[in-house]
């Protein structure tokens, strides 16, 4: 009778303790799909603002033919992006454009005086911020999510249930090159 009541108790704990495991792999797998979506939800908002910025751009800029060219297809490689990676890929890409549009910008005083294009150029740099931090969030999250489906024994039960490991969100490989600065 003793033994049997160990035994049941043992049985309890040890189905109380994959429940606890269990749930905590898809809190973390929640986890990151909530902060995808929260860099997705920014990179909306940046892509939505990127036609305003180009044709207040091509107003002041009408040679710049290639320049507007690469900003779209950047950005329409951004949202049909469908992955982690191609959506870094897509990123990495618009923001290299972007640069190249600013460099435009820069070439032509009457454009950085209009405040239209000041707003916008503002209400981007606050979007890279967002994106920025919503990277750092994500890459977080999935950073303990990998953790639990790595480690011992929770990862037994990660197997298990067919849990698998989330991307990373990477930067672009040039992006990491250290900037010279010359004086």
Known sequence: MIIEIIILIIVLILVIYIIYQYNGLIRLRNRVKNAWSQIDVQLKRRADLIPNLVETVKGYAKHEKTVFENVTKARSSL???????ENAEA???????????????????????????????????????????????????????????????SNILASLFHFTEAEYFEIAESDRAVPEVKF
């Open 91 to 153: 990123n990495n890409m618009l923001t290299d454009s972007l640069k190249s549009l600013f460099a435009v910008a820069e070439n032509y005083p009457e454009l950085k005086a209009s405040e239209n294009f000041r707003q916008l150029q503002a209400q981007l740099s606050e979007t890279e911020d967002k994106i920025a931090y919503s990277r750092q969030f994500y890459n977080d999250t999935v950073l303990m999510f990998n953790n639990k489906v790595q480690m011992f024994p």
């Open 79 to 85: 949202m049909s992006a469908k992955t982690v990676k």
